[in-house]
Protein backbone atom coordinates (compact mmCIF):
# COMPACT_ATOMS: atom_id res chain seq x y z
CA UNK A 1 0.00 0.00 0.00
CA UNK A 2 2.97 2.22 0.86
CA UNK A 3 4.47 1.41 -1.93
CA UNK A 4 1.60 2.40 -3.80
CA UNK A 5 1.10 5.70 -2.59
CA UNK A 6 4.67 6.60 -3.78
CA UNK A 7 4.43 5.25 -6.92
CA UNK A 8 1.29 7.44 -7.53
CA UNK A 9 2.98 10.47 -5.87
CA UNK A 10 5.53 9.95 -8.30
CA UNK A 11 3.30 9.44 -11.25
CA UNK A 12 1.29 12.84 -9.75
CA UNK A 13 4.68 15.08 -9.24
CA UNK A 14 6.05 13.79 -13.07
CA UNK A 15 2.60 14.83 -15.08
CA UNK A 16 2.43 17.51 -17.41
CA UNK A 17 -0.58 19.46 -16.28
CA UNK A 18 0.68 19.22 -12.43
CA UNK A 19 4.16 20.97 -13.47
CA UNK A 20 2.45 23.42 -15.62
CA UNK A 21 0.36 24.47 -12.63
CA UNK A 22 3.18 24.61 -10.54
CA UNK A 23 4.94 26.59 -12.92
CA UNK A 24 2.16 28.99 -13.33
CA UNK A 25 1.48 29.21 -9.78
CA UNK A 26 5.13 29.93 -9.03
CA UNK A 27 5.45 32.72 -11.65
CA UNK A 28 1.84 34.21 -11.34
CA UNK A 29 3.22 34.77 -7.26
CA UNK A 30 6.65 36.59 -8.63
CA UNK A 31 4.39 38.55 -10.95
CA UNK A 32 2.17 39.79 -8.57
CA UNK A 33 4.87 40.68 -6.14
CA UNK A 34 7.16 42.86 -8.51
CA UNK A 35 4.43 44.01 -10.75
CA UNK A 36 1.82 44.67 -8.26
CA UNK A 37 -2.18 44.52 -9.60
CA UNK A 38 -4.02 47.37 -11.24
CA UNK A 39 -7.36 48.07 -8.97
CA UNK A 40 -10.26 49.49 -9.36
CA UNK A 41 -11.38 52.69 -8.39
CA UNK A 42 -13.97 51.03 -5.96
CA UNK A 43 -11.01 49.50 -4.31
CA UNK A 44 -8.02 51.73 -4.44
CA UNK A 45 -10.06 55.46 -4.02
CA UNK A 46 -10.78 57.97 -6.45
CA UNK A 47 -12.72 59.86 -8.94
CA UNK A 48 -14.99 58.39 -12.38
CA UNK A 49 -15.94 61.10 -14.33
CA UNK A 50 -18.22 60.90 -17.47
CA UNK A 51 -17.70 63.38 -19.98
CA UNK A 52 -19.83 63.87 -23.19
CA UNK A 53 -19.14 65.47 -26.45
CA UNK A 54 -20.91 68.65 -27.92
CA UNK A 55 -22.00 65.45 -30.72
CA UNK A 56 -21.18 62.21 -31.65
CA UNK A 57 -17.80 62.15 -33.68
CA UNK A 58 -15.95 59.51 -35.84
CA UNK A 59 -13.06 57.20 -34.67
CA UNK A 60 -10.21 59.58 -35.58
CA UNK A 61 -11.69 62.35 -33.68
CA UNK A 62 -12.59 60.39 -30.66
CA UNK A 63 -9.00 59.31 -30.43
CA UNK A 64 -7.12 62.87 -30.77
CA UNK A 65 -10.00 64.10 -27.91
CA UNK A 66 -8.78 60.90 -25.37
CA UNK A 67 -4.83 61.49 -26.29
CA UNK A 68 -5.63 65.10 -25.65
CA UNK A 69 -7.67 64.54 -22.49
CA UNK A 70 -4.93 62.04 -21.50
CA UNK A 71 -1.94 64.26 -22.09
CA UNK A 72 -3.29 66.99 -20.13
CA UNK A 73 -3.89 64.78 -17.11
CA UNK A 74 -0.49 63.38 -17.26
CA UNK A 75 0.83 67.00 -17.80
CA UNK A 76 -1.11 68.38 -14.99
CA UNK A 77 0.66 65.89 -12.83
CA UNK A 78 -2.31 63.30 -12.15
CA UNK A 79 -1.29 60.32 -11.74
CA UNK A 80 -2.98 56.70 -12.19
CA UNK A 81 -5.03 58.62 -15.10
CA UNK A 82 -6.79 56.16 -17.57
CA UNK A 83 -8.67 57.90 -20.33
CA UNK A 84 -11.18 55.91 -22.82
CA UNK A 85 -14.08 56.27 -24.77
CA UNK A 86 -17.39 54.75 -24.66
CA UNK A 87 -19.41 54.95 -27.81
CA UNK A 88 -19.11 57.99 -30.22
CA UNK A 89 -20.08 60.76 -27.86
CA UNK A 90 -19.02 59.57 -24.26
CA UNK A 91 -15.03 59.98 -22.45
CA UNK A 92 -14.75 57.84 -19.00
CA UNK A 93 -11.86 59.29 -16.95
CA UNK A 94 -10.78 57.20 -13.79
CA UNK A 95 -7.97 58.65 -11.55
CA UNK A 96 -6.76 59.22 -8.46
CA UNK A 97 -6.57 62.35 -5.85
CA UNK A 98 -8.16 64.78 -8.31
CA UNK A 99 -11.21 66.43 -7.58
CA UNK A 100 -14.18 66.81 -10.30
CA UNK A 101 -13.89 70.38 -10.56
CA UNK A 102 -10.04 70.50 -10.98
CA UNK A 103 -11.05 68.25 -14.42
CA UNK A 104 -13.28 70.76 -15.51
CA UNK A 105 -10.51 73.43 -15.60
CA UNK A 106 -8.39 71.64 -17.33
CA UNK A 107 -10.71 70.16 -19.95
CA UNK A 108 -13.78 72.04 -19.74
CA UNK A 109 -12.73 74.16 -22.72
CA UNK A 110 -11.31 73.42 -26.19
CA UNK A 111 -8.19 74.88 -25.48
CA UNK A 112 -7.81 76.71 -28.63
CA UNK A 113 -5.03 79.44 -28.59
CA UNK A 114 -4.06 82.62 -30.68
CA UNK A 115 -2.22 85.64 -30.96
CA UNK A 116 -3.49 88.37 -32.19
CA UNK A 117 -1.41 91.79 -33.79
CA UNK A 118 -4.33 94.42 -35.13
CA UNK A 119 -7.00 92.11 -34.91
CA UNK A 120 -5.03 89.66 -37.46
CA UNK A 121 -4.05 86.56 -36.27
CA UNK A 122 -0.45 85.85 -36.02
CA UNK A 123 0.04 82.95 -34.03
CA UNK A 124 -2.47 80.00 -33.43
CA UNK A 125 -2.05 76.41 -31.08
CA UNK A 126 -1.10 74.78 -34.13
CA UNK A 127 2.36 76.43 -34.68
CA UNK A 128 3.16 75.48 -31.30
CA UNK A 129 6.67 73.24 -31.62
CA UNK A 130 7.71 72.77 -28.03
CA UNK A 131 6.51 74.42 -24.63
CA UNK A 132 8.97 75.33 -21.60
CA UNK A 133 8.28 75.40 -18.08
CA UNK A 134 6.67 78.28 -16.52
CA UNK A 135 8.56 81.01 -15.40
CA UNK A 136 7.13 82.95 -12.27
CA UNK A 137 8.81 85.94 -11.37
CA UNK A 138 6.58 88.18 -8.18
CA UNK A 139 3.02 87.94 -9.29
CA UNK A 140 4.28 87.79 -13.03
CA UNK A 141 4.21 84.82 -15.01
CA UNK A 142 5.73 83.53 -18.67
CA UNK A 143 5.77 80.67 -20.43
CA UNK A 144 7.67 80.57 -22.58
CA UNK A 145 7.36 78.31 -26.19
CA UNK A 146 9.47 77.13 -29.24
CA UNK A 147 7.29 77.55 -32.79
CA UNK A 148 7.29 75.79 -36.39
CA UNK A 149 9.38 77.15 -38.83
CA UNK A 150 6.56 77.70 -40.76
CA UNK A 151 4.58 79.26 -37.85
CA UNK A 152 8.05 81.72 -37.16
CA UNK A 153 8.04 83.00 -40.86
CA UNK A 154 4.28 83.77 -40.36
CA UNK A 155 4.35 85.73 -36.96
CA UNK A 156 7.35 87.66 -38.66
CA UNK A 157 5.11 88.35 -41.60
CA UNK A 158 2.57 90.11 -39.78
CA UNK A 159 4.85 91.57 -37.10
CA UNK A 160 7.23 93.47 -39.43
CA UNK A 161 6.98 97.07 -38.70
CA UNK A 162 4.82 96.77 -35.81
CA UNK A 163 7.18 97.71 -32.89
CA UNK A 164 5.35 98.97 -30.02
CA UNK A 165 1.82 97.28 -30.84
CA UNK A 166 0.00 95.39 -28.79
CA UNK A 167 -0.30 91.99 -28.74
CA UNK A 168 -3.34 90.18 -27.77
CA UNK A 169 -3.11 86.57 -26.47
CA UNK A 170 -6.49 84.43 -26.56
CA UNK A 171 -7.23 81.07 -25.16
CA UNK A 172 -10.47 79.91 -26.20
CA UNK A 173 -11.77 83.80 -26.60
CA UNK A 174 -10.58 84.84 -23.43
CA UNK A 175 -7.43 87.42 -22.88
CA UNK A 176 -4.33 85.84 -20.92
CA UNK A 177 -3.56 88.80 -19.95
CA UNK A 178 -5.69 92.16 -19.45
CA UNK A 179 -2.46 94.46 -19.99
CA UNK A 180 -0.83 92.75 -23.29
CA UNK A 181 2.24 92.97 -23.96
CA UNK A 182 4.02 95.63 -26.60
CA UNK A 183 5.54 93.91 -29.59
CA UNK A 184 9.67 93.74 -28.80
CA UNK A 185 11.60 95.65 -31.75
CA UNK A 186 13.43 92.53 -32.14
CA UNK A 187 10.59 90.75 -33.09
CA UNK A 188 9.22 93.42 -35.80
CA UNK A 189 12.24 93.34 -37.67
CA UNK A 190 10.36 91.06 -40.05
CA UNK A 191 13.16 87.90 -39.50
CA UNK A 192 11.32 84.75 -38.40
CA UNK A 193 11.97 84.16 -34.64
CA UNK A 194 11.02 80.45 -33.62
CA UNK A 195 10.95 81.23 -29.84
CA UNK A 196 8.07 83.24 -28.21
CA UNK A 197 6.30 83.17 -24.81
CA UNK A 198 3.31 84.06 -23.64
CA UNK A 199 3.12 86.27 -20.12
CA UNK A 200 0.95 87.90 -17.60
CA UNK A 201 0.42 88.92 -14.26
CA UNK A 202 -1.70 87.94 -11.09
CA UNK A 203 -2.55 89.44 -7.72
CA UNK A 204 -0.34 86.61 -5.87
CA UNK A 205 2.19 84.55 -6.81
CA UNK A 206 0.28 81.62 -6.12
CA UNK A 207 -2.70 83.03 -8.38
CA UNK A 208 0.43 83.18 -11.27
CA UNK A 209 1.81 79.95 -10.69
CA UNK A 210 -1.89 78.45 -10.95
CA UNK A 211 -2.88 80.48 -14.04
CA UNK A 212 0.45 79.80 -15.44
CA UNK A 213 0.68 76.18 -15.02
CA UNK A 214 -3.16 75.60 -16.27
CA UNK A 215 -1.81 77.80 -19.79
CA UNK A 216 1.06 75.65 -19.80
CA UNK A 217 -0.72 72.26 -20.02
CA UNK A 218 -3.31 73.58 -22.24
CA UNK A 219 -0.76 74.74 -24.50
CA UNK A 220 1.64 71.32 -24.64
CA UNK A 221 -1.04 69.65 -24.76
CA UNK A 222 -2.67 70.57 -28.17
CA UNK A 223 -6.71 71.52 -28.60
CA UNK A 224 -9.81 69.60 -28.05
CA UNK A 225 -11.32 69.68 -31.36
CA UNK A 226 -15.14 69.26 -29.46
CA UNK A 227 -16.39 70.77 -26.72
CA UNK A 228 -17.12 68.27 -23.73
CA UNK A 229 -18.88 68.72 -21.04
CA UNK A 230 -19.02 66.81 -17.30
CA UNK A 231 -22.12 64.80 -16.98
CA UNK A 232 -21.36 63.06 -14.42
CA UNK A 233 -18.63 62.06 -11.56
CA UNK A 234 -18.50 59.70 -8.72
CA UNK A 235 -15.77 60.03 -5.64
CA UNK A 236 -14.56 56.97 -3.50
CA UNK A 237 -12.39 57.50 -0.82
CA UNK A 238 -9.03 55.50 -0.28
CA UNK A 239 -10.16 54.43 3.10
CA UNK A 240 -13.72 52.76 1.75
CA UNK A 241 -11.92 51.28 -0.90
CA UNK A 242 -9.71 49.47 1.56
CA UNK A 243 -12.70 48.55 3.32
CA UNK A 244 -14.22 46.87 -0.19
CA UNK A 245 -11.18 45.53 -0.55
CA UNK A 246 -10.99 43.51 2.83
CA UNK A 247 -14.32 42.73 2.37
CA UNK A 248 -13.84 40.78 -0.97
CA UNK A 249 -10.90 39.05 0.59
CA UNK A 250 -12.54 37.94 3.30
CA UNK A 251 -15.95 36.83 0.81
CA UNK A 252 -13.52 34.88 -0.95
CA UNK A 253 -12.18 33.17 1.71
CA UNK A 254 -15.47 32.37 3.63
CA UNK A 255 -16.47 30.69 0.01
CA UNK A 256 -13.70 28.43 -0.07
CA UNK A 257 -14.01 27.31 3.32
CA UNK A 258 -17.48 26.77 3.05
CA UNK A 259 -17.10 25.02 0.12
CA UNK A 260 -14.88 22.76 1.40
CA UNK A 261 -16.90 22.28 4.54
CA UNK A 262 -19.64 21.15 2.22
CA UNK A 263 -17.42 18.87 0.28
CA UNK A 264 -16.30 16.52 3.56
CA UNK A 265 -20.11 16.63 4.61
CA UNK A 266 -21.00 14.99 1.42
CA UNK A 267 -17.42 12.48 0.96
CA UNK A 268 -16.82 12.01 4.75
CA UNK A 269 -13.23 12.29 3.61
CA UNK A 270 -11.26 15.09 5.45
CA UNK A 271 -8.95 15.15 2.81
CA UNK A 272 -10.70 15.07 -0.16
CA UNK A 273 -10.87 19.45 0.88
CA UNK A 274 -7.29 20.03 0.91
CA UNK A 275 -6.72 19.34 -3.03
CA UNK A 276 -9.83 21.28 -3.88
CA UNK A 277 -8.75 24.09 -1.79
CA UNK A 278 -5.77 23.78 -3.26
CA UNK A 279 -7.01 24.02 -6.82
CA UNK A 280 -9.22 26.98 -5.91
CA UNK A 281 -6.81 29.26 -4.82
CA UNK A 282 -4.31 27.96 -7.48
CA UNK A 283 -6.93 29.06 -9.96
CA UNK A 284 -7.55 32.89 -7.94
CA UNK A 285 -3.30 33.59 -7.91
CA UNK A 286 -2.86 32.21 -11.87
CA UNK A 287 -5.84 34.55 -12.94
CA UNK A 288 -4.23 37.36 -10.41
CA UNK A 289 -1.31 36.32 -12.66
CA UNK A 290 -2.53 37.01 -15.68
CA UNK A 291 -4.73 40.03 -14.88
CA UNK A 292 -1.17 41.62 -13.62
CA UNK A 293 0.40 40.79 -17.17
CA UNK A 294 -2.14 42.69 -19.23
CA UNK A 295 -3.06 45.43 -16.68
CA UNK A 296 -6.02 44.02 -16.33
CA UNK A 297 -7.85 46.38 -13.27
CA UNK A 298 -9.30 44.27 -10.20
CA UNK A 299 -12.44 45.60 -8.80
CA UNK A 300 -15.63 44.59 -7.14
CA UNK A 301 -17.09 43.13 -10.01
CA UNK A 302 -14.14 41.32 -11.16
CA UNK A 303 -14.13 39.79 -7.81
CA UNK A 304 -17.51 38.46 -7.96
CA UNK A 305 -16.88 37.14 -11.24
CA UNK A 306 -13.52 35.44 -9.96
CA UNK A 307 -15.89 33.77 -7.14
CA UNK A 308 -18.72 32.54 -9.39
CA UNK A 309 -15.61 31.04 -11.31
CA UNK A 310 -14.81 29.41 -8.17
CA UNK A 311 -18.10 27.97 -7.70
CA UNK A 312 -17.92 26.63 -11.36
CA UNK A 313 -14.98 24.75 -10.72
CA UNK A 314 -16.18 23.38 -7.33
CA UNK A 315 -19.57 22.40 -9.30
CA UNK A 316 -16.96 20.73 -11.66
CA UNK A 317 -14.42 18.91 -8.93
CA UNK A 318 -17.98 17.34 -7.89
CA UNK A 319 -18.52 15.84 -10.94
CA UNK A 320 -14.96 14.33 -11.14
CA UNK A 321 -15.04 12.82 -7.47
CA UNK A 322 -18.95 11.57 -8.08
CA UNK A 323 -17.34 9.88 -11.10
CA UNK A 324 -14.31 7.97 -9.82
CA UNK A 325 -15.86 7.46 -6.07
CA UNK A 326 -19.01 5.89 -6.84
CA UNK A 327 -18.20 1.99 -7.80
CA UNK A 328 -18.14 -1.20 -6.55
CA UNK A 329 -14.65 -1.36 -5.02
CA UNK A 330 -15.70 -4.97 -3.10
CA UNK A 331 -13.75 -7.00 -5.08
CA UNK A 332 -9.81 -6.42 -4.35
CA UNK A 333 -8.32 -8.87 -7.03
CA UNK A 334 -5.42 -7.53 -9.69
CA UNK A 335 -7.56 -8.44 -12.45
CA UNK A 336 -10.75 -6.10 -10.89
CA UNK A 337 -8.42 -3.64 -10.12
CA UNK A 338 -6.94 -3.11 -13.83
CA UNK A 339 -10.71 -3.06 -14.75
CA UNK A 340 -11.20 -0.57 -12.13
CA UNK A 341 -8.40 1.45 -13.34
CA UNK A 342 -9.72 1.59 -16.99
CA UNK A 343 -13.09 2.25 -15.69
CA UNK A 344 -11.76 4.99 -13.55
CA UNK A 345 -10.03 6.99 -16.26
CA UNK A 346 -13.13 6.87 -18.87
CA UNK A 347 -15.06 8.28 -15.81
CA UNK A 348 -12.71 11.26 -16.24
CA UNK A 349 -12.54 12.03 -19.23
CA UNK A 350 -16.53 11.23 -19.30
CA UNK A 351 -16.63 14.17 -17.07
CA UNK A 352 -14.20 16.06 -18.41
CA UNK A 353 -15.96 15.94 -21.30
CA UNK A 354 -19.65 17.50 -19.45
CA UNK A 355 -17.10 20.36 -17.94
CA UNK A 356 -15.76 21.40 -21.01
CA UNK A 357 -19.32 21.47 -22.24
CA UNK A 358 -20.98 23.46 -19.13
CA UNK A 359 -17.65 25.46 -19.97
CA UNK A 360 -18.29 26.75 -23.43
CA UNK A 361 -22.03 26.66 -22.51
CA UNK A 362 -20.81 29.82 -20.01
CA UNK A 363 -19.06 31.41 -22.29
CA UNK A 364 -21.14 31.37 -25.01
CA UNK A 365 -23.82 33.26 -22.61
CA UNK A 366 -20.84 35.73 -21.28
CA UNK A 367 -19.63 36.76 -24.56
CA UNK A 368 -22.60 39.03 -25.49
CA UNK A 369 -21.83 41.12 -22.14
CA UNK A 370 -18.05 41.20 -22.31
CA UNK A 371 -18.50 42.98 -26.11
CA UNK A 372 -21.00 45.30 -24.72
CA UNK A 373 -19.49 46.06 -22.02
CA UNK A 374 -16.21 46.49 -23.70
CA UNK A 375 -18.15 48.55 -26.01
CA UNK A 376 -20.14 50.86 -23.73
CA UNK A 377 -16.81 51.10 -21.36
CA UNK A 378 -17.79 52.30 -17.82
CA UNK A 379 -21.30 53.67 -18.47
CA UNK A 380 -24.34 51.36 -17.94
CA UNK A 381 -24.12 47.84 -18.68
CA UNK A 382 -20.48 48.35 -19.15
CA UNK A 383 -19.54 47.79 -15.22
CA UNK A 384 -20.80 44.29 -15.74
CA UNK A 385 -17.44 43.49 -18.35
CA UNK A 386 -15.49 43.14 -15.18
CA UNK A 387 -17.37 40.40 -13.61
CA UNK A 388 -18.01 38.76 -17.84
CA UNK A 389 -14.33 38.32 -18.52
CA UNK A 390 -13.04 37.33 -15.22
CA UNK A 391 -15.64 35.06 -15.33
CA UNK A 392 -14.47 33.22 -18.37
CA UNK A 393 -10.86 33.71 -17.52
CA UNK A 394 -11.61 31.98 -14.51
CA UNK A 395 -13.13 29.64 -16.28
CA UNK A 396 -11.15 28.99 -18.97
CA UNK A 397 -7.98 28.30 -16.38
CA UNK A 398 -9.91 25.70 -14.59
CA UNK A 399 -10.48 23.42 -17.70
CA UNK A 400 -7.15 23.24 -18.90
CA UNK A 401 -5.28 23.60 -15.97
CA UNK A 402 -6.92 22.62 -12.83
CA UNK A 403 -9.88 20.94 -13.20
CA UNK A 404 -7.12 18.17 -15.46
CA UNK A 405 -4.67 17.89 -11.96
CA UNK A 406 -7.72 17.68 -9.41
CA UNK A 407 -8.97 14.92 -11.68
CA UNK A 408 -5.28 13.18 -12.14
CA UNK A 409 -5.61 13.54 -8.22
CA UNK A 410 -8.44 11.67 -7.46
CA UNK A 411 -7.87 9.20 -9.84
CA UNK A 412 -4.41 8.09 -8.38
CA UNK A 413 -5.15 8.69 -4.43
CA UNK A 414 -9.16 8.21 -4.39
CA UNK A 415 -9.37 5.10 -7.14
Request: no cysteine.
Amino acid sequence: MKNRRSRNLSEFIKDKQTILMLILVLGSILLISFNGISQGLDLKGGSLVQLQLEHPVDKDTMDIVTNVIDKRLNTFGVKDVKVRSSGDQLVVIEMAGVTAAEVEKLIGNPGIFEAQIDNVTVLSGTDIEKVEAPVIEGTGWRVPFTITTEGAKKFADNAKGKAGHKVYMYLDGNLTDKNPPELDAGLANGEPSKTVQVQGSANSREEASTKSNELYVILKSGSIPVKVNIIGSNTISPELGEKFLWGAIIAGLLSIISISALIFIRYKKPFLAIPIMITSVSEVLIVMGIASVIKWNIDLAAIVGLIASIGTGVDDQIIITDEVLHHDSSDKSKKAERRRKARTRMNVKNALFIIFASAGTLIAAMLPLVYVGFARGSSGIGVLAGFAFTTILGVLVGIFITRPVYAKFIELFFD
